[in-house]
């Protein structure tokens, strides 16, 4: 069975919660190691006028050394362009911010933090 971490990343802000498949402790420490690294990494696109952000899901997968070991992926399909330019900002904090070496070091099972789904939640950021 594989564990998938489930992270809420909020732009301005704090990560939640870890999946039930997980010790919450695990949990508690893979969001303190990644949500800041994520959040100092991510610029959010102002969204044109009377659109709205919405939150989105980003999934990637981590290597043993704490590298995205394959291009995070949305799981969710943009129905604009805004949105499309939203997951796009999220993959690419994703990708700028790693290697999540961190991670490697902390001690914490690898089966722990391999599979990652972040929620982007824009709602939460001010323009």
Same mark, same amino acid.
Do not use: H
């Given at each position: 069975? /594989?564990?998938?971490?489930?992270?809420?990343?909020?732009?301005?802000?704090? +990560?939640?919660?870890?999946?039930?498949?997980?010790?919450?402790?695990?949990?508690?420490? /893979?969001?303190?190691?990644?949500?800041?690294?994520?959040?100092?990494?991510?610029?959010?696109?102002?969204?044109?006028?009377?659109?709205?952000?919405?939150?989105? #899901? +980003?999934?990637?997968?981590?290597?043993?050394?704490?590298? +995205? #070991?394959?291009?995070? +992926? #949305?799981?969710?399909?943009?129905?604009?362009?805004?949105?499309?330019?939203? /997951?796009?900002?999220?993959?690419?904090?994703?990708?700028?911010?790693?290697?999540?070496?961190?991670?490697?070091? #902390?001690?914490?099972?690898?089966?722990?933090?391999?599979?990652?789904? /972040?929620?982007?939640?824009?709602?939460?950021?001010?323009?």
């Amino acid at each position: 069975m /594989i564990r998938r971490l489930r992270i809420v990343a909020l732009a301005a802000a704090t +990560v939640a919660m870890a999946s039930a498949a997980l010790a919450e402790t695990d949990g508690e420490r /893979i969001a303190k190691i990644l949500t800041p690294a994520i959040k100092s990494c991510w610029t959010m696109p102002l969204p044109p006028e009377g659109q709205k952000a919405l939150p989105f #899901s +980003v999934s990637f997968k981590l290597g043993l050394d704490g590298s +995205v #070991s394959e291009r995070p +992926v #949305s799981q969710k399909e943009p129905s604009s362009d805004y949105e499309r330019l939203m /997951i796009a900002s999220g993959v690419r904090a994703i990708l700028k911010c790693g290697p999540y070496s961190a991670l490697a070091a #902390s001690g914490l099972p690898y089966e722990a933090w391999r599979d990652i789904d /972040i929620n982007f939640d824009p709602s939460q950021t001010t323009f």
